[in-house]
């Protein structure tokens, strides 16, 4: 193999990475891969986090409900724990827990409302 065949191939290898794709074949950035991949691990995270500030930390948000309900029955702030703003018993964590219920209902109102705009946008098309 001389070195002009050695150039020949090399130049070949080389082109063939830039050649255009065919016409019925799908483009595939990688750079919009690799976008779509983070974003859908920053979104799955931000629901976990989401959720679980809602459903786990400090009892969740079901404890705190079933706190306030004893409260509306007669029950004492003593006898579900607290015992001031140091320990507050049944409603430790209550500050997060309603942030992360007003968020998931934000997301869902969004999440709605785009939907029903593209249902509108789908049906005005045809």
Request: hydrophobic share 50%.
């Amino acid at each position: 193999m001389t070195v002009r065949d050695a150039l020949t191939r090399l130049r070949v290898l080389v082109e063939s990475f830039d050649d255009e794709p065919p016409a019925g074949e799908p483009l595939y950035d990688p750079v919009h891969i690799g976008g779509v991949l983070v974003s859908v691990m920053a979104a799955a995270g931000a629901l976990y986090w989401l959720l679980w500030t809602a459903f786990v930390f400090e009892g969740g948000i079901a404890v705190k409900a079933g706190a306030v309900l004893r409260l509306a029955g007669g029950a004492s702030l003593a006898s579900l724990g607290y015992e001031g703003p140091w320990d507050r018993g049944a409603f430790e964590g209550w500050a997060g827990n309603i942030a992360a219920v007003l968020l998931c209902a934000v997301v869902l109102w969004c999440l709605r409302a785009e939907w029903r705009r593209a249902e509108r946008a789908a049906r005005d098309r045809g």
